[in-house]
């Protein structure tokens, strides 16, 4: 039972403002919604102006180390380098690194080549070779704000094929952000990327999806990528989560690996692409708070 907030009282949203002047318009709005039959978000769900202004630092840092591997990846690096240099940035960035003993998660970063859809664990033994695909997915601790985001990498020579499914999956990310606008259900952003990726000959994975971030790791809602328009939680102002379609050349089926219980992989063995974004739902569309 949320408590009944009065109109001069403080705003239940932390911002030390009166709720007349604060969230009270907004909640009557959400009110209409759900009287309407929309699912809407609970109150977690929905930032105010300074945790926003942690998320988007927190991005920041994000994104400065995405950067940093884009420069530096290269044919004949194994992954656990670019665990290494995803550590020692993020530390001198004085952030940390949101994975690193998440879950018992062993690394820095998720580091996921062709085949593997998400989840790959950085290791000596694996070096990126001629040809290869990576998904490199960095989350950050920052200031005690989280951001996520992750981008493909294109190792020396990659087949036409291959360099589409990359080059389409970041336009179905794009996609999606276009369709991010509030008063909306999240469905039209989720099924806008699920009918892309279609037209394009491609499947998306349906188990693994996005997720609210900022004041913890993984919040709610789970963000789905293939699912009906008229589906998913109502996108209010204030919210934050990922767009991060994992996009499968092949079929949409997946498995996990027994033996780490993390990595996720096709399961026909076919290619899979994924670009990662951060957007805060703002009063007219998004902002894009980590790419
Ligand atoms: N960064 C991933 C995501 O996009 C989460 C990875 S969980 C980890 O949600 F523990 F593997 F890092
Ligand atoms: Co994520």
Same mark, same amino acid.
Not at 168 to 182: D, T, W
Not at 217 to 240: A, D, I, N, Q, T
């Given at each position: 039972? %949320?408590?009944? &907030?009065?109109?001069?009282?403080?705003?239940?949203?932390?911002?030390? !403002? $009166?709720?007349?002047a604060?969230?009270?318009?907004?909640?009557?709005?959400?009110?209409?919604?759900?009287?309407?039959?929309? #699912?809407?978000?609970? !109150?977690? #769900?929905? $930032?105010? $102006? =300074?945790?926003?202004?942690?998320?988007? =630092?927190?991005?920041?840092?994000?994104?400065?180390?995405?950067?940093?591997?884009?420069?530096?990846?290269?044919? *004949?690096?194994?992954?656990?380098?670019?665990?290494?240099?995803?550590?020692? $940035?993020?530390l001198?960035?004085k952030?940390?690194?949101?994975? %690193?003993?998440?879950?018992?998660?062993p690394?820095?970063?998720?580091?996921?080549?062709?085949h593997?859809?998400?989840?790959?664990?950085?290791?000596?033994?694996?070096?990126?070779?001629?040809?290869?695909?990576?998904?490199?997915?960095?989350?950050?601790?920052?200031?005690?704000?989280?951001?996520?985001?992750?981008?493909?990498?294109? &190792?020396?020579?990659?087949?036409?094929?291959?360099? /589409? %499914?990359v080059?389409?999956?970041?336009?179905?990310?794009?996609?999606?952000?276009?369709?991010?606008?509030?008063?909306?259900?999240?469905? =039209?952003?989720?099924? +806008?990327?699920?009918?892309?990726?279609?037209?394009?000959?491609?499947?998306?994975?349906?188990?693994?999806? *996005?997720?609210?971030?900022? &004041?913890?790791?993984?919040?709610?809602?789970?963000?789905?990528?293939?699912?009906?328009?008229?589906?998913?939680?109502?996108?209010?102002?204030?919210?934050?989560?990922?767009? /991060?379609p994992?996009i499968? #050349?092949?079929?949409?089926?997946?498995?996990?690996?027994?033996?780490? +219980?993390?990595?996720?992989?096709? /399961?026909?063995?076919?290619?899979?692409?994924?670009?990662?974004?951060?957007?805060?739902?703002? =009063?007219? +569309?998004?902002?894009?708070?980590?790419?």
């Amino acid at each position: 039972m %949320l408590k009944k &907030i009065g109109r001069n009282d403080n705003c239940w949203c932390g911002s030390g !403002r $009166k709720y007349k002047a604060c969230h009270m318009a907004m909640d009557e709005k959400i009110q209409q919604y759900k009287d309407m039959g929309y #699912m809407v978000p609970g !109150r977690k #769900m929905i $930032k105010n $102006k =300074e945790q926003l202004d942690g998320i988007r =630092e927190s991005g920041k840092v994000n994104i400065a180390i995405l950067d940093y591997i884009a420069e530096n990846i290269k044919v *004949g690096m194994s992954t656990e380098e670019i665990d290494k240099m995803v550590y020692e $940035k993020t530390l001198e960035y004085k952030g940390i690194p949101a994975p %690193l003993n998440f879950e018992g998660y062993p690394k820095s970063v998720c580091t996921s080549i062709n085949h593997e859809v998400c989840h790959g664990i950085p290791s000596n033994d694996i070096i990126l070779q001629d040809g290869d695909i990576v998904n490199v997915d960095v989350s950050t601790i920052y200031k005690d704000y989280f951001s996520d985001s992750s981008r493909m990498f294109c &190792i020396g020579e990659v087949s036409k094929e291959k360099k /589409e %499914l990359v080059e389409n999956s970041k336009k179905a990310v794009e996609l999606g952000i276009s369709l991010v606008k509030p008063w909306h259900r999240i469905g =039209e952003m989720g099924n +806008g990327i699920f009918e892309f990726a279609k037209s394009k000959g491609y499947s998306v994975v349906r188990e693994v999806g *996005g997720h609210g971030v900022g &004041i913890e790791f993984h919040e709610e809602p789970f963000v789905s990528y293939s699912c009906p328009k008229e589906s998913g939680v109502l996108m209010v102002p204030g919210m934050v989560f990922t767009i /991060e379609p994992m996009i499968n #050349m092949g079929r949409s089926d997946i498995v996990m690996d027994d033996d780490n +219980g993390w990595t996720i992989y096709t /399961e026909d063995g076919m290619p899979s692409a994924q670009w990662e974004v951060m957007v805060a739902v703002t =009063e007219d +569309g998004c902002e894009i708070m980590a790419y």
